[in-house]
T-cell receptor
Framework: AQKVTQAQTEISVVEKEDVTLDCVYE???????LFWYKQPPSGELVFLIR??????QNEISGRYSWNFQKSTSSFNFTITASQVVDSAVYFC??????????????FGKGTTLSVSS | GAVVSQHPSWVICKSGTSVKIECRSL??????MFWYRQFPKQSLMLMAT?????????EQGVEKDKFLINHASLTLSTLTVTSAHPEDSSFYIC?????????????FGPGTRLTVL
């Protein structure tokens, strides 16, 4: 069965600290997509990244970076030099069989990140 | 980029009334739309998958007679919460999947916050 686990419920850091949000997934499919979303207090989901199962290259986008390791079924997200504006709930999600029309996203429980000044 | 709108963004209603939430894909056609529900401090849970021109598929535990879904066109899906009760108070989020081929990218609406008094 498919599952996404975000073991960290809440993380608190001070501005400029680096922080890594963990995500472990389970799936029997060989083709799948992994996502990270940010949900600020307004509630609207902000798309951060999508990675397919065949692309294990790490990615960096500004202060954000992602480490995808199929061997450990993990897709971790690191924020470098955190800022107060990074405070939000972050969700990791999995989409199996993406070429099927009825495939929804399976979300982890989310990690609440609080960055203090 | 692809935009999904939801209307209303928030609604307060009395117990026993029905509430309709609209989800529109503004600049693309969506064969499939998904409805998620998010209770406070919890993750997004898929309620149902809506395919244009056919009956919605509901997840286990979601009452199809209570949460009526209509996907009458390629750009509009509606969720009607019938005889709403306080326990239906939640954040309802829709997503729309682009109909064209490929990995089936999904785009999320901004959400509708329902409060039932």
């Amino acid at each position: 069965a498919q599952k996404v686990t975000q073991a960290q419920t809440e993380i608190s850091v001070v501005e400029k600290e680096d922080v890594t949000l963990d995500c472990v997934y389970e799936t029997r499919d060989t083709t799948y997509y992994l996502f990270w979303y940010k949900q600020p207090p307004s509630g609207e989901l902000v798309f951060l990244i999508r990675r397919n199962s065949f692309d294990e290259q790490n990615e960096i986008s500004g202060r954000y970076s992602w480490n995808f390791q199929k061997s450990t079924s993990s897709f971790n997200f690191t924020i470098t030099a955190s800022q107060v504006v990074d405070s939000a709930v972050y969700f990791c999600a999995l989409s199996e069989d993406p070429n099927q029309a009825g495939t929804a996203l399976i979300f982890g429980k989310g990690t609440t990140l609080s960055v203090s000044s | 980029g692809a935009v999904v709108s939801q209307h209303p963004s928030w609604v307060i209603c009395k117990s026993g009334t029905s509430v309709k939430i609209e989800c529109r894909s503004l600049d693309f056609q969506a064969t499939t739309m998904f409805w998620y529900r998010q209770f406070p401090k919890q993750s997004l849970m898929l309620m149902a998958t809506s395919n244009e021109g056919s009956k919605a598929t509901y997840e286990q535990g979601v009452e199809k007679d209570k949460f009526l879904i209509n996907h009458a066109s390629l750009t509009l899906s509606t969720l009607t919460v019938t005889s709403a009760h306080p326990e239906d108070s939640s954040f309802y989020i829709c997503s729309a999947r682009i109909s064209a081929g490929g990995p089936g990218e999904q785009f999320f609406g901004p959400g509708t916050r329902l409060t039932v008094l």
